[in-house]
């Protein structure tokens, strides 16, 4: 499993797959940054939960009729791995370990000075900093059979899998992209999805945690509607006061990872400086009007605007993914 960019002779395809739908953005240029073409599938509710393949049958059976449809065979392709399966980690190993020495390093070192909560992973490191003896890094890391699955998936459609991302990299990347004047910051990256919050923090653009919160996700509360492109999108169809309900543990966790971050690692005089929003929830306007009347630092949203056509902001993920590399 390789993390990184091979050949870009053809235009990569960028494929962000969750529990309820595939998309996938190509891209045309980077300056100014702007899309070809995006597409969209939703998914039947249970063919994935929480990021494990539950149906792998239907879901392969999908994916080949989106490749078909969106004329994708034959075309290398850059996916995400789902936040239920990735930790992040700092780790010190010695300084002398060269940068193409270091995973052949960490393997070594699994079981003994590196525990992981699982047994064969894959993983890429960035370094944070390197002292005489010591060096630090950011390990991220998966279950090698989760992201096998994925990496089965798409080459039994016809694709072939050249680079695997985390979404809060992604996301970032994306915000780093299109920011005109870049600061010292702590910014707080939350993306809310149908059945998942996925929360990061970086500091000066580097991910300093991560976590991953499942949430309830009724099926009986949303509906398929046609909007005015002719396109499918879900509707909440449910009680207002019922969604409010199932996002408040939500909102709770992000006020306790910004105090933890504030008071437990650094002692009060550091805080998240933004929060910024993102994810394909369909209510994502109200997530941050609530988001807004919380809290007391301010709460961005991703803005991308591509002349007449405006990318849809669920195609954002796939955007940054687009990006990784470039």
Not at 22 to 33: A, D, F, H, S, T
Not at 242 to 255: H, I
Not at 283 to 309: C, H, S, Y
């Amino acid at each position: 499993m390789h993390f990184t960019l091979f050949s870009r002779k053809k235009r990569v395809v960028n494929l962000v797959i969750n529990d309820h739908s595939i998309r996938y953005v190509e891209l045309k240029q980077i300056e100014p940054l702007v899309p070809l073409r995006w597409e969209e599938r939703l998914l039947p509710t249970g063919i994935i939960a929480n990021g494990k393949i539950i149906d792998y049958e239907t879901l392969s059976n999908i994916l080949e009729e989106c490749i078909t449809d969106w004329k994708l065979k034959n075309r290398q392709v850059r996916f995400l791995i789902p936040e239920s399966f990735v930790i992040i980690r700092k780790v010190s190993i010695p300084a002398e370990v060269k940068d193409d020495e270091m995973k052949g390093y960490l393997y070594l070192e699994l079981g003994s000075t590196i525990h992981l909560p699982f047994e064969e992973p894959v993983f890429d490191a960035v370094v944070l900093s390197k002292g005489e003896e010591k060096q630090e890094i950011l390990l991220f890391a998966a279950p090698e059979e989760n992201v096998q699955e994925y990496m089965e998936l798409l080459t039994e459609a016809k694709l072939d899998p050249v680079a695997a991302e985390v979404s809060p990299l992604a996301i970032y990347r994306l915000y780093a992209h299109l920011q005109k004047e870049r600061k010292q910051e702590a910014l707080l990256v939350v993306q809310f999805g149908l059945s998942e919050v996925n929360i990061c923090i970086f500091e000066n653009t580097i991910p300093f945690f991560m976590h991953h919160l499942p949430l309830e996700f009724n099926g009986e509360d949303w509906d398929k509607k046609l909007n005015r492109f002719g396109e499918y999108e879900l509707a909440f169809v449910g009680e207002n006061e019922q969604f409010s309900f199932q996002m408040e543990d939500s909102y709770k966790e992000l006020n306790r990872l910004m105090d933890f971050y504030r008071y437990s690692l650094h002692q009060g005089k550091k805080q998240v400086s933004k929060i910024l929003l993102s994810g394909d929830h369909p209510l994502l306007g109200q997530i941050k009007a609530e988001l807004d009347n919380r809290f007391d630092v301010p709460v961005q949203m991703l803005v991308f605007e591509q002349g007449e056509t405006d990318l849809p902001h669920t195609f954002h993920l796939a955007l940054g993914l687009a990006l990784k590399g470039v």
